[in-house]
């Protein structure tokens, strides 16, 4: 893996160094490699996912004796790939998800599709950036319940809980006060990330790495990635931790 030739490179160097949130992200969109991360909650062990690209995909095609060729990204733009799962609390069934972002060329995103599935439900989200909608479909137990929202719709999730009221979960969701939030596609443009080059702890041993913070909905996020533009560890509210399986070997 080309964590180890970075490590080899770069661990005996750096220090804390402001650099642009742009060119992190740049570099997780084009990482060469995947990143297969184990997934803790107050450090017990709750499952495990895998982030790719389609760059990395791209490249275990070609040819390793020779270079890879121009315009990979110009030809189809990014896309990621996150697929694992988990269990959380007192949840006994774990939730399996899979879930990809096609970006075009400019990293502007064009389409969302995702499942999560635990014990004998489904739901499956669609969306498409041109159509400013989205499509749900949950099934479970022999029946199944397809709807779409507007982006609009989603700035009062009462709007999606009522669709649902009557028809899933015996009317479950209908006495819940929930306030008015942004869609996903406009919180993730309010984002403010703060990236800076440091050292991380990998083992025992410590390497440079770039650190990425912000805070969504009044939660701290931290993702520290590697030069390569592997994500080394993902930090997300509730103590939930996710650790490149390299980090946790001496």
């Given at each position: 893996?080309?964590?180890?030739?970075?490590?080899?490179e770069?661990?005996?160097?750096?220090?804390?160094i402001?650099?642009?949130?742009d060119?992190?992200?740049?570099?997780?969109l084009t990482a060469?490699?995947s990143?297969?991360?184990?997934?803790?909650?107050?450090?017990?062990?709750?499952?495990?996912?895998?982030?790719?690209?389609?760059?990395?995909?791209?490249m275990?095609?070609l040819?390793?004796d020779?270079?890879?060729?121009?315009?990979i990204?110009?030809?189809?733009?990014?896309?990621?790939?996150?697929?694992?799962?988990?269990?959380?609390?007192?949840?006994?069934?774990?939730?399996?998800?899979?879930?990809?972002?096609?970006?075009?060329?400019?990293?502007?995103?064009?389409e969302?599709?995702?499942?999560?599935?635990?014990?004998?439900?489904?739901?499956?989200?669609?969306?498409?950036?041109?159509?400013?909608?989205?499509h749900?479909?949950?099934t479970?137990?022999?029946?199944s319940?397809?709807?779409?929202?507007?982006?609009?719709?989603l700035?009062?999730?009462?709007?999606?809980?009522?669709?649902f009221?009557g028809?899933?979960?015996?009317?479950l969701?209908?006495?819940?006060e929930t306030p008015?939030?942004p869609?996903?596609?406009?919180l993730?443009?309010?984002?403010h990330?703060?990236a800076?080059?440091?050292r991380?702890?990998?083992?025992?041993?410590p390497?440079?790495?770039?650190?990425?913070?912000?805070?969504?909905?009044g939660?701290?996020?931290?993702?520290?990635?590697s030069?390569?533009?592997?994500?080394?560890?993902v930090?997300?509210?509730?103590?939930?931790v996710?650790?490149?399986d390299?980090?946790?070997?001496s």
């Amino acid at each position: 893996m080309n964590f180890f030739l970075w490590r080899a490179e770069y661990g005996s160097h750096g220090g804390e160094i402001s650099v642009p949130a742009d060119l992190v992200w740049r570099k997780i969109l084009t990482a060469p490699d995947s990143s297969t991360l184990t997934v803790y909650q107050n450090g017990e062990r709750t499952g495990f996912c895998e982030f790719s690209t389609s760059v990395e995909q791209e490249m275990a095609k070609l040819d390793e004796d020779r270079p890879p060729p121009e315009g990979i990204v110009a030809r189809a733009g990014y896309k990621i790939h996150l697929v694992g799962n988990v269990s959380f609390g007192e949840f006994t069934n774990r939730m399996k998800f899979d879930g990809s972002v096609q970006f075009s060329s400019a990293r502007a995103w064009r389409e969302l599709n995702l499942r999560l599935s635990m014990h004998s439900v489904a739901v499956e989200i669609h969306s498409l950036a041109t159509n400013q909608t989205v499509h749900l479909k949950i099934t479970g137990k022999g029946s199944s319940i397809v709807r779409e929202f507007t982006f609009a719709d989603l700035q009062n999730p009462r709007t999606a809980l009522r669709a649902f009221d009557g028809n899933f979960g015996g009317g479950l969701f209908g006495g819940f006060e929930t306030p008015a939030v942004p869609p996903a596609s406009a919180l993730a443009q309010s984002l403010h990330w703060d990236a800076r080059r440091e050292r991380l702890i990998l083992g025992r041993e410590p390497v440079t790495a770039y650190r990425m913070e912000t805070s969504a909905l009044g939660n701290q996020i931290v993702i520290y990635v590697s030069p390569l533009g592997e994500i080394l560890r993902v930090e997300l509210p509730n103590n939930v931790v996710a650790t490149l399986d390299e980090m946790n070997k001496s």
